[in-house]
């Protein structure tokens, strides 16, 4: 019988799963819902939840409508339209219990490297503490966003006050009453800002280059608001609603969809500081919206206008020990101070170290061009995949990384189904990818409009946007999985290789 034989050719597959965030869970969550259960996730954090774990800071809400910034297979009663960092974190805790995946989760456990062994055609995995362990599979669920960009300004560790990143929040620090300065002017920045303002003596914002404020529309959700999106299929609604509207009115590539929004985003900036010529002029960016990440917020041009902030549009050139001393040579005290200065986006996978066939190290194969077949797979690395791998940002990241789970669990059930073996991408299809990926990057001229953004590599390429829709991603998630990968199955030099090499967590690093 047809079912037999599958049966019998079906085997284990063991799964290591890099990181507890958003990306990782969904990568659990799809294959509990193919009844695939031999996963390890290892999260270096003491919890889940990734970057909203990390991500303390006062104000830290998500900029995405909650409704999509939430997973297809898990509705939820959301009391804000867009939801703050405590409510996420609860949220992403009760998936993890309502799919039973609790037990499979290893917190405080940081992997270093994951190395292929092409004759037991398995990973090692190795953690921090020098354990060891072989898998067929390896899912790296890092994020792009998980690593804090630290000056290097001189002096930086003479400063006699608190000095921390926002992603590294420290709440034993008390700042009611307090001087403290904001250095950056981003997504984060807009958010701890107008949270912070009511509690400090003075703020100083520092702002190298401002961006494109765009108004939010957030708030909480009325009981009425509530009752209704819990109608029946109300809330799937509403995702699909959200997620044509980011579409539609995204202006990638549309220079009429771009000037459009920067003569309504120019007018508001002209209405809000009407009184304050100086504010408008330093507010109001030279470059395109969308050349950098537009930034969400109704607050941050309100905080702005208030007695004890000021706006200082200068970089800053060092640290003192009692402040920070900006590019023109004067130097501003103050008690505290918060990085809000970004991540490492561009360098993926910046904490792991991979080998793939003949050895290969992936940041070598890379050099100083991070790229990925749809951002989730590399030819000559077997068996692995990334969540969030390059070219996947500038879309709703919850969205794309439910598509990139989907993508994986169906690898993985064909791999059960098939005995084992190795599912890698042709070289044919990545070329042709990358190709057309390129050609509608160059397409993007508001990318290429004077910003500083953080989406280019060492060498000047972008490699990290995406430069089509959400709906191009999903269909080709969902169309060119199988046309773009060989299926190899497990050889019998590979089944003896691993007979006698045995399978079991070691504990040293010399046993690895």
């Keep these: 019988m047809p079912g037999e034989r599958e049966h019998a050719r079906s085997r284990t597959i063991d799964i290591a799963i890099i990181g507890a965030g958003i990306g990782g869970i969904a990568a659990a969550v799809n294959l509990v819902r193919r009844d695939i259960r031999t996963f390890v996730i290892f999260e270096k954090s003491a919890g889940p939840g990734g970057t909203w774990w990390d991500n303390r800071y006062p104000g830290a809400e998500c900029d995405v409508p909650s409704a999509l910034y939430s997973y297809s297979f898990k509705s939820h009663d959301w ?8 409510e996420i974190q609860a949220y992403i805790e009760e998936t993890i219990d309502d799919f039973g995946i609790r037990a499979n989760l290893r917190f405080g456990t940081a992997v270093e490297s994951a190395q292929w062994d092409d004759q037991r055609q398995q990973y090692l995995v190795t953690t921090a503490t020098g354990e060891a362990r072989w898998f067929d599979v390896v899912v790296s669920a890092v994020g792009m966003l998980n690593v804090p960009k630290i000056p290097d300004w001189p002096g930086i560790d003479s400063f006699e006050g608190p000095l921390f990143h926002s992603a590294r929040w420290d709440p034993a620090v008390d700042l009611d009453g307090k001087c403290v300065a904001v250095v950056g002017a981003g997504a984060s920045a807009a958010q701890v800002v107008p949270a912070l303002q009511p509690r400090v003596t003075e703020l100083l914002s520092f702002q190298r280059e401002p961006g494109w404020v765009l108004p939010k529309g957030d708030h909480d959700y009325t009981s009425d608001q509530r009752a209704e999106l819990n109608r029946f299929g109300r809330r799937k609604l509403e995702r699909w609603r959200v997620l044509r509207a980011m579409d539609k009115g995204g202006g990638r590539g549309d220079p009429n969809v771009v000037a459009a929004q920067r003569n309504r985003l120019e007018t508001r900036i002209a209405s809000v500081f009407e009184d304050h010529p100086e504010l ?20 941050f041009y309100a905080a702005l206008l208030e007695p004890n902030v000021r706006l200082i549009t200068r970089s800053v050139e060092r640290i003192t020990p009692r402040g920070v001393v900006d590019d023109r040579g004067e130097e501003h005290e103050a008690d505290i101070v918060v990085l809000t200065t970004g991540f490492q986006a561009a360098n993926f996978l910046g904490t792991l170290r991979v080998t793939g066939r003949g050895g290969r190290d ?4 890379w050099g100083d061009d991070p790229k990925a077949f749809l951002g989730i797979t590399v030819p000559g690395f077997p068996n692995f995949y990334m969540l969030y791998g390059p070219n996947t940002h500038g879309t709703v990241v ?16 064909r791999l059960r189904r098939g005995g084992g073996g190795t599912i890698e991408v042709r070289q044919a299809a990545d070329v042709w990818y990358q190709r057309v990926l390129q050609e509608a990057i160059d397409a993007v001229e508001t990318w290429k409009s004077g910003c500083h953004n953080f989406y280019l590599s060492a060498s000047g390429r972008n490699v990290v946007q995406w430069p089509w829709t959400h709906r191009r991603y999903h269909v080709w998630a969902r169309l060119l999985r199988r046309w773009s990968s060989s299926y190899r199955p497990l050889t019998r030099a590979a089944r003896l290789a691993r007979q006698e090499g045995g399978s079991d967590f070691s504990t040293s690093r010399e046993a690895a």
């Design 79 to 86: 009391t804000r339209t867009h939801a703050r960092q405590a």
């Design 280 to 299: 408008r002029d330093a507010l109001t960016p030279d470059f395109q919206p969308r050349c950098k990440r537009n930034v969400l917020s109704d607050g």
């Design 362 to 365: 992936l940041h070598e194969t």
């Design 398 to 413: 919850s969205f794309v990384l439910e598509r990139q789970a989907e993508f994986v669990a169906r690898d993985v059930r």
